[in-house]
Nanobody, 121 residues
């Protein structure tokens, strides 16, 4: 199995910044795409950003220009740099990763347990 350990969440004032990290560990053969999703109270979980193993990125319109997703393949870690935060960014943020355990095995989508981001004055 794989473990996804998230860090970097917390309380920040409007206009501030946070950087989230998510490190994958375990008996991993390969990781393809990684991503960040978020879920606010009473709302559905929504895509924030994704990044392929080759570095191709995709962002939700609501965060484009403010958030940057990146990854360190050597560390099996994905990051989310969040700038110009506002109250609507308040949510639980979840990372995920498409993981293979063997060369011929299938891809499995794994999720972290989430980290709270609260933007408030």
């Amino acid at each position: 199995q794989v473990q996804l350990v998230e860090s970097g969440g917390g309380l920040v004032q409007p206009g501030g910044s946070l950087r989230l990290s998510c490190a994958a560990s375990g008996s991993i053969f390969s990781i393809n795409a990684m991503g960040w999703y978020r879920q606010a109270p009473g709302k559905q979980r929504e895509l924030v950003a994704t990044i392929t193993s080759g570095g191709t990125t995709n962002y939700a319109d609501s965060v484009k220009g403010r958030f940057t997703i990146s990854r360190d393949n050597a560390k099996n870690t994905v990051y989310l740099q969040m700038n110009s935060l506002n109250a609507e960014d308040t949510a639980v943020y979840y990372c995920n990763a498409d993981v293979k355990f063997t060369r011929l095995g299938r891809w499995y989508l794994h999720w972290g347990q989430g980290t709270q981001v609260t933007v408030s004055s």
